[in-house]
């Protein structure tokens, strides 16, 4: 759980002056912040602070709302997410995302796996097998469903769907994996395995988690980031912002004091 | 059971249902006439004059069929019943209180769309033919069957499509009563019927419908009734007669015909025969029929009084041009009527003959 | 009670307003001479009322328990009413089915089941056989649902994740005005519009093409058809088809789409992965709904159809189905016993195919549905 500070960390995700906007409403204030390569970083604050419209800025998955729009910079691996010529589809293939609900296909187990893999042209039987298996293996779900991959996904339990969805979204190999709240409608039990699931995940992906548990924060995240009110307040090391802050604002949201 | 078939019918022809109200009040002077389709423009006129002269009578009338007039009529529902066909045999045996009264001429004449052939073209065609084309045993207008009939015409290679009524209908029981009786495959596959069995072609609802299609399918081969042909001003083929005469129906040729028929004394007293094809002259159109009205001979005395009254109104001054003509008809002529007329009346009315001062 | 209200409406007012107000409304649906005697009866009942003063609360004691009773009563009576218009429905229904078996019973007992697969229909001769306009009937359902499906589903697709939004509402209220439009005016239209277009262009068309190969599509080019009938009552099924799909569209869960997104896929792959698959059981559902409408649909077929006792070998033929036979006929088969009773046979044929169509759909809908509803509940 001590995150552990390695010697130059290299940056995935570049923020920088990065404004966010629903039409005339601006969610996002100039955010200035990095998410380096294969740490955990926590985006906390209060409800509306702008810290989901953050992360899924991320992989674009705000495109979909009509009047939505970006101002200032966000790279990846140097390029430009927002870059005219960027194809969002292939933004989402490398930024793969986890959701606050669970939110299987309408499929059996297997075919939600090999869902990704299929709209990227793999037919091969044996090759969506191996990786089906290798991604619900990773997702800590293959010894509870392999018996049953043509079940229907709807018949897991909450926090099983929630695995099959970190599978789900494994299996096509993505870069970076981008987490809701994936905890947040699931039981304790549940919510401990996915936390464990993350640090077994960490050291080959790049993954940023929004939460609004601080204590989850504290426990699985390299660093973390305190939003209020669309700006960025502060951005760092987990241990110091949970022991050190130096925004009284973040001490203030972390000790309970209001949020 | 009869209720049950009664609201059959009822549920079938939910237009009646003011007509049979009318019934309920069973007042004398309120008269429902119902049935054929072919006859209901001319019974529209008809009561609509009626009423006019004859204050305090109310005439309701209704287009359903004559299935439903003839039907209707025997059980009661109904004051007259309106049909295109006479009573078969059949129809005499179930219904047997009914008494059929002529009230106009009408016929049926066949109609065509044969591409190259121009309207003034005049086609002849004769029973046997016509009968192998509607069951499909002739299926080119270049047939030599037909060529040999129409040596002066040129008929092109094309199919001929076969259309006919879909529904049951009178213009259909005249023209199939006319192949029966000149052909002999007809009579013995198919026979007379307000709704065969078709072997070949296909049907369509009402003689509209049929106009229609006939106008819209290179080919085609239809029939309909004088009224049709008149409205349209539709061409149609000269029917051979009985005398080898090729004649176009018309108000004047079909009116021989009738002419023929009633001072032909072998002519049924109850004119339980509809088609007067079989009858000599060089003018006599041979697929001619009578409309008849039917009435059941049960109705009470009061009613039957009015309704006396207002046939012999119908087959007076309702035969004024102006009402037949007009509507698609050809006038009956009330002389060569009368006798046969009178037997009628007693039947319905006993010991009570004609006084045609009392028509009004 | 009403008098109750009346009398202590003063001291009543603070605490028993939202309760009064709650139960004026309703009591005057109810006659209060019948629940007046029930307010002296209950005071005694309540000794506290008076000595502790009380006096709101035992008001609003009184209150409930005569509420209580009031409830008791409406209960009944609505629970009556509802009563009488089930039966209702119920009766109508037995009547329906009781006296059509009774009229069909002469045709029942002289055809026996042979009735289904005879094919020949003379009432000259009293021979009678549904074959011919079974096969006909299913012809032009087929056609109408071959033809509707794919379109409405298109079109449903493409108003839900396609279209501009201006044109939503007024494709999706056209949508709802063609539903509404009645069946004659879609024959005249097949008679003005679809014939000739057949007649002309299609028909030929397709014989010179597809009818080189296969007689199945060769014909006379004559317009009127299966094929004419098949594609207006299609229209005409179209806008039930699409309404019903586009509905269970919009309920996709956004959730699912997003997911769908996240992996990497595009719009097409999204609707066609996802969304599709999700509304299967609703297009299922409205396909059940459009084949009731094709099946009985009457007057437009009987327009178009060119009613013809023949078993369609082509594309191109004419035919007839029940519907339109007992529309031609029936009027004229009421003077014939036997010629009746096969008719309204014909027309209980249609009710039996109408019903199992309607329950094996239901059937496939529960079993498709079972594993969301499942999910939906197992879940956490």
């Known amino acids: ?259 | 059971m009869n209720f049950v078939k009664r609201s059959f019918g009822l549920a079938a022809a939910l237009a009646v249902v003011s007509v049979l109200s009318g019934v309920g009040s069973a007042n004398a002077t309120d008269l429902t006439i119902s049935g054929s389709t072919m006859l209901f423009p001319l019974e529209q006129v008809w009561a609509n004059a009626y009423m006019k002269s004859h204050p305090g009578v109310h005439i309701s009338v209704a287009s359903t069929g004559s299935g439903f007039g003839i039907s209707n009529a025997a059980n009661g529902n109904i004051t007259i019943g309106a049909s295109d066909a006479y009573l078969t045999k059949d129809l005499r045996k179930r219904y047997g209180s009914l008494a059929s009264i002529p009230v106009a001429f009408d016929d049926t004449q066949v109609i065509y769309n044969i591409p190259g052939i121009g309207k003034s073209k005049l086609i002849r065609m004769d029973g046997p033919v016509l009968a192998r084309i509607f069951m499909g045993k002739i299926r080119f207008w270049d047939d030599k069957a037909i060529r040999a009939i129409n040596p002066s015409v040129k008929f092109p290679h094309q199919r001929i499509k076969v259309i006919h009524r879909a529904d049951a209908s009178g213009t259909t029981f005249v023209f199939t009563d006319y192949l029966s009786q000149t052909s002999k495959e007809w009579y013995d596959e198919i026979g007379r019927d307000l709704s065969p069995s078709w072997p070949v072609g296909s049907g369509y609802n009402g003689s509209d419908a049929v106009v229609a299609a006939v106008m819209a399918t290179p080919g085609a081969i239809g029939y309909v009734g004088l009224g049709w042909i008149n409205e349209y001003h539709l061409s149609s083929m000269a029917l051979k007669n009985l005398d080898g005469y090729y004649v176009v129906g018309s108000v004047k040729t079909i009116r021989n015909a009738g002419k023929a028929a009633l001072h032909d004394p072998t002519f049924p007293d109850d004119f339980n025969r509809s088609i007067v094809w079989n009858l000599h002259g060089k003018d006599v159109y041979p697929d001619a029929n009578f409309e008849f009205w039917m009435v059941s001979t049960s109705l009470p005395a009061a009613t039957m009084l009015e309704v006396k009254k207002m046939i012999i109104w119908a087959l007076t001054k309702g035969q004024h041009e102006k009402y037949t003509v007009k509507t698609g008809f050809a006038p009956l002529p009330f002389a060569p009527l009368k006798p046969r007329l009178n037997k009628i009346l007693n039947r319905l009315l006993p010991g009570n003959s004609l006084k045609i001062e009392s028509g009004g | 009670m009403g008098v109750t209200l009346e009398s202590d409406k003063k001291s009543n007012m603070d605490e028993g307003q939202t309760l009064a107000k709650e139960t004026f409304s309703t009591v005057s649906a109810v006659p209060p001479p019948t629940l007046l005697p029930a307010s002296p009866g209950l005071r005694p009942n309540t000794p506290d009322s008076s000595e502790h003063g009380a006096e709101t609360k035992s008001v609003l004691r009184d209150l409930r328990k005569v509420s209580t009773q009031r409830i008791h009563r409406s209960e009944r009576i609505f629970q009556g009413t509802l009563l009488v218009g089930g039966l209702f429905v119920l009766a109508l229904f037995a009547t329906v089915l009781g006296v059509s078996l009774v009229e069909a019973w002469p045709s029942i007992t002289k055809f026996g089941w042979s009735f289904l697969w005879t094919s020949t229909w003379n009432p000259h001769r009293h021979i009678f056989g549904a074959w011919t306009y079974i096969v006909g009937t299913f012809w032009v359902t087929g056609i109408a649902l071959l033809f509707a499906i794919p379109i409405a589903i298109l079109s449903s697709l493409f108003l839900s994740d396609y279209s501009p939004k201006w044109l939503v509402g007024g494709v999706s209220t056209l949508m709802e005005m063609l539903a509404g439009i009645p069946s004659i005016v879609f024959g005249a239209f097949g008679i003005i519009f679809m014939v000739p277009l057949l007649r002309d262009h299609v028909e030929p068309f397709l014989a010179n093409t597809l009818g080189r190969h296969w007689d199945f599509f060769n014909g006379d080019a004559m317009g009127y058809g299966i094929l004419a009938a098949g594609l207006v009552v299609g229209i005409m099924v179209i806008p039930l088809v699409a309404t019903v799909t586009r509905d269970s569209l919009v309920m996709v869960p956004r959730e699912t789409v997003e997911a769908s997104y996240a992996l990497g896929s595009t719009k097409a792959e999204m609707v066609f992965f996802v969304k599709l698959p999700a509304v299967v059981p609703g297009i299922i559902g409205s396909v059940i709904l459009g084949f009731g409408r094709a099946i009985g649909e009457t007057m437009a077929v009987l327009l178009l159809i060119g009613n013809q006792a023949s078993i369609p070998t082509s594309i191109q033929d004419v035919g007839y189905t029940i519907s339109s036979l007992l529309a031609n006929t029936f009027t004229y088969a009421v003077i014939d016993p036997l010629y009746s009773a096969a008719e309204i046979e014909l027309g209980l044929i249609l009710l039996v195919i109408s019903l199992v169509v309607n329950t094996l759909g239901r059937e496939l809908l529960m079993k498709l549905m079972g594993g969301r509803l499942a999910g939906s509940v197992g879940g956490g």
Not at chain 1, 53 to 59: G, I, P, Q, V
Not at chain 1, 73 to 85: K, M, N, Q
Not at chain 1, 94 to 103: C, E, I, T, Y
Request: charged share 25%; with cysteine; net charge negative.
């Open chain 1, 1 to 259: 759980m001590e995150p552990e500070s390695p010697a130059l960390p290299v940056p995935k995700i570049e923020v920088k002056n990065f404004s966010a906007f629903y039409g005339k409403t601006q969610a996002l204030h100039n955010v200035d912040f990095t998410i380096y390569e294969r740490k955990i970083t926590a985006m906390i604050g209060p409800s509306g602070c702008g810290k989901s419209t953050f992360l899924r800025s991320l992989n674009r998955m705000n495109d979909f709302f009509l009047d939505f729009r970006v101002e200032g910079s966000a790279t990846l691996d140097g390029e430009e997410i927002y870059g005219p010529a960027v194809n969002p589809v292939l933004i989402r293939q490398r930024v793969g995302m986890v959701f606050q609900k669970p939110n299987p296909f309408q499929k059996s187990i297997f075919e939600n796996v090999a869902y990704g893999l299929r709209i990227q042209g793999v037919k091969s039987r044996s090759v969506l097998s191996d990786i089906v298996e290798k991604s619900l293996k990773a997702a800590a779900l293959w010894d509870e469903v392999k018996d049953r991959l043509n079940g229907s996904a709807f018949s897991l339990s909450g926090g099983q769907q929630q695995r099959l969805c970190i599978a789900r979204a494994l299996a096509v190999e993505p870069e970076v994996i981008l987490l809701d709240e994936p905890a947040s409608a699931l039981d304790p039990i549940s919510t401990a395995r996915i936390e464990e699931l993350m640090q077994d995940l960490k050291d080959r992906y790049t993954i940023a988690i929004v939460t609004h548990n601080m204590q989850q924060a504290a426990r699985v995240s390299d660093r973390t980031a305190f939003f209020l009110d669309g700006t960025l307040v502060e951005v760092n090391d987990t241990t110091k912002i949970f022991t050190n802050p130096e925004d009284p604002r973040t001490e203030d949201y972390i000790t309970g004091r209001f949020g």
